[in-house]
């Protein structure tokens, strides 16, 4: 067996996993390359991008292969309707693989995995769309064309104009460049530039940032000495703005409420610059370990990591901070173009709910903050019920506190992700 072979084999898994599952799908691809970490580059990006193709046009795949197969999608067992999607998304979307390969590999899948008996069908339904594609109308609703659900199209368009909302599915679905944050208390961003230039990596500075690049031509990040010795921190740069606007200032007392992995946590305390101290919080004691993981490779010595409920008020820091970070669980809807398993797992009453505990951790939080400190809201996504009505409502609640600021960013304006946050001062009282 190829490695090619072998790859589409793993992809298969993983999709089944995925979408069968409902397994993360950052999880599942985090580790399958981590244990295939020895295959070539391309092996591993021909996984990749079979993957997270297949997930981020899953409503387009299944509209071609409904169009050509007697039993629709639904109906079909899981296994050949994951090794239908990855197979339609080789023939429609993959130039370098040629639709014979894509069919008789998956011919063979089917028989590998026990359904020999189904190999025909495979076989019959990717020859049909191989020759019949260009005779398939194309889907003309933004939810096929770009491959979203329904009533996730319905519900962005109901806040923004339709050209606004085609945009915003188009670039989620375009290619992203990483985007890191340069660590300033070991290298300026010149110098990482430079360094990462000898490993043939190019770093282009992102806008609106003080210390933002953009990577291309990466492969491994732990393979780099800078990443590993911690001269950078892999941080979209639309996540960047929530310390970067949130006024912090040398000596100053910062409590990040929902803070795994650690990046706007890690950002204040190089902001600090070695002075005061960043006290970092969430829920579990694994969330905890990945923040204390990203403190131990920063080297930071003002930032410390522990396991609390952000629910929960903690009466020994109440008036005490001088900023408050409250970066709450959303929907992640401005996320989708890194995580493309988002859009089938959220749902329309899922906003609902997380907006009525975005609100429940924003009055915990607003307890921490002293006269005259800052509270700085956020979250991954651009929906106005978990952004700027949630704003309104703590404003409306808390006249103590005045807002001087709020920005949703949709994605591509800033780095890859849709971002929102809104800082707001308390009265000096």
Not at 79 to 108: C, F, G, H
Not at 128 to 151: C, E, F, G, M
Not at 299 to 305: D, I, Q, V, W, Y
Request: aromatic share 8%; with cysteine.
């Amino acid at each position: 067996m190829t490695n090619t072979e072998n790859m589409r084999q793993i992809a298969l898994e993983s999709l089944i996993e995925i979408l069968e599952k409902k397994q993360y799908a950052n999880l599942i691809e985090n580790q399958v390359l981590t244990k295939y970490a020895y295959l070539e580059k391309r092996d591993r990006a021909f996984y990749t991008r079979l993957v997270e193709g297949t997930l981020e046009r899953l409503v387009t795949l299944d509209y071609y292969i409904n169009a050509v197969s007697k039993v629709p999608v639904k109906k079909q067992k899981p296994l050949i309707r994951t090794l239908l999607r990855m197979s339609v998304y080789q023939i429609l979307y993959m130039d370098s693989v040629p639709d014979s390969a894509a069919i008789n590999e998956a011919v063979k899948l089917a028989k590998k995995r026990g359904f020999a008996s189904l190999s025909g069908f495979v076989n019959g339904v990717l020859r049909n769309l191989s020759r019949q594609r260009d005779q398939i109308a194309p889907p003309k609703d933004l939810a096929t064309v770009y491959s979203y659900p329904q009533w996730m199209v319905s519900y962005f368009m109901e806040q923004y104009p339709a050209e606004k909302v085609e945009e915003i599915l188009h670039h989620l679905n375009l290619p992203q460049d990483l985007i890191v944050r340069v660590n300033l208390q070991m290298n300026t961003v010149e110098q990482l530039q430079k360094e990462l230039k000898t490993c043939g990596i190019t770093a282009v500075p992102v806008p609106e940032t003080s210390c933002g690049l953009a990577l291309s031509q990466i492969d491994r990040l732990t393979d780099l000495d800078a990443f590993v010795q911690g001269k950078f921190y892999v941080q979209d740069a639309s996540s960047m703005m929530v310390a970067e606007h949130a006024g912090i200032r040398e000596g100053d007392y910062v409590i990040d409420v929902c803070a795994a992995p650690g990046g706007k946590s890690t950002h204040a305390a190089q902001i600090l610059n070695g002075t005061g101290c960043v006290d970092s919080r969430d829920l579990t004691e694994y969330k905890v370990s990945l923040i204390e993981e990203n403190i131990n490779r920063l080297r930071l010595s003002n930032m410390t990591a522990k396991v609390w409920d952000a629910t929960v008020l903690d009466e020994s820091v109440v008036n005490r901070a001088d900023v408050v970070i409250c970066d709450a669980p959303c929907s992640g809807l401005g996320v989708m173009g890194k995580k493309k398993d988002i859009r089938y797992r959220v749902t329309r009453e899922d906003i609902t709910e997380l907006s009525h505990l975005q609100m429940k951790i924003l009055e915990n939080a607003k307890c921490y903050v002293k006269n005259g400190g800052t509270l700085l809201y956020s979250t991954c996504t651009i929906t106005r019920e978990e952004n700027e009505q949630v704003v309104e409502q703590f404003l409306k609640n808390n006249p103590d506190f005045t807002l001087e600021m709020q920005r949703q960013i949709l994605p591509h304006e800033i780095g890859n992700d849709g971002f929102f946050f809104a800082k707001m001062k308390k009265n000096q009282g």
